[in-house]
């Protein structure tokens, strides 16, 4: 099972809006709406900021937001702050054996 | 507070065994679906092992099935996972998570502070 894709990196303006797209397949994020996002600040570990595509955890921003189209996801942050400069990483269940993937991780830069 | 701690780390050589420990507290452990994900030094994350509320289902990465055993014991809201035979390829920082109440195995919401694995002759 491949990790799925996502840009090594994608940088913004505070204030301003980005999307980080996870592509995989109909085995994974195109056959099931178990698409979930993580945030990791340096030396820290994992934060869930997205579940079963769309929907947030108590407690996270309004301003972090899921969705998906045929098997890519993509997770936008609007009104970009300095404290979201992190890695983020998709994940995703797979009908394969192995059955959660994660994706190749996205380092965001907050110029 | 929501709490998970992660022992039993360290130096092995190439074909030995650990134990990882991972110790809850501040919520009903019993009741929650349990993982392991580790994560190579300065790359992404890998899903390891999930073991559901109960001890049954149990799940393995390809990479690890038949090397890893995951278990739990609910009275001592402890999980824990036994690594044999080690490969080089096993070195990672290695994190216990809570499963979050979707339904979904793949959403982890109280992460422990990772313990590090680094198997080297």
């Known amino acids: 099972q491949s990790a799925l894709t996502q840009p090594a990196s994608v940088s913004g303006s505070p204030g301003q809006s980005i999307t980080i797209s996870c592509t995989g397949t109909s085995s994974d994020v195109g056959g099931y709406d178990f698409v979930s996002w993580y945030q990791q600040h340096p030396g820290k570990a994992p934060k869930l900021m997205i579940y079963d595509v769309s929907y947030r955890p108590s407690g996270v921003s309004n301003r972090f937001s899921g969705s998906k189209s045929g098997n890519t996801a993509s997770l936008t942050i609007s009104g970009l702050q300095a404290e979201d400069e992190a890695d983020y990483y998709c994940s995703s269940y797979t009908s394969s054996s192995t059955r959660v993937v994660f994706g190749t991780g996205t380092k965001v830069t907050v110029l | 507070e929501m709490q998970l701690v992660e022992s039993g780390g360290g130096l092995v050589q190439p074909g030995g065994s650990l134990r990882l420990s991972c110790a809850a507290s501040g919520f009903t452990f019993s009741t929650y679906r349990m993982t392991w994900v580790r994560q190579t030094p300065g790359k992404g994350l890998e899903w390891v092992s999930y073991?559901?509320?109960?001890?049954?289902?149990?799940y393995y990465a390809d990479s690890v099935k038949g090397r890893f055993t995951i278990s739990r014991d609910n009275a001592k809201n402890s999980l824990s996972l036994q690594m044999d035979s080690l490969r080089a390829e096993d070195t990672a920082v290695y994190y216990c998570?809570?499963?979050?109440?979707?339904?979904?195995?793949?959403?982890?919401?109280?992460w422990g502070q990772g313990t590090m694995v680094t198997v080297s002759s």
């Open positions: 073991i559901s509320s109960t001890g049954a289902p149990i």
């Open positions: 998570a809570r499963g979050y109440y979707t339904s979904a195995l793949n959403a982890f919401d109280i």
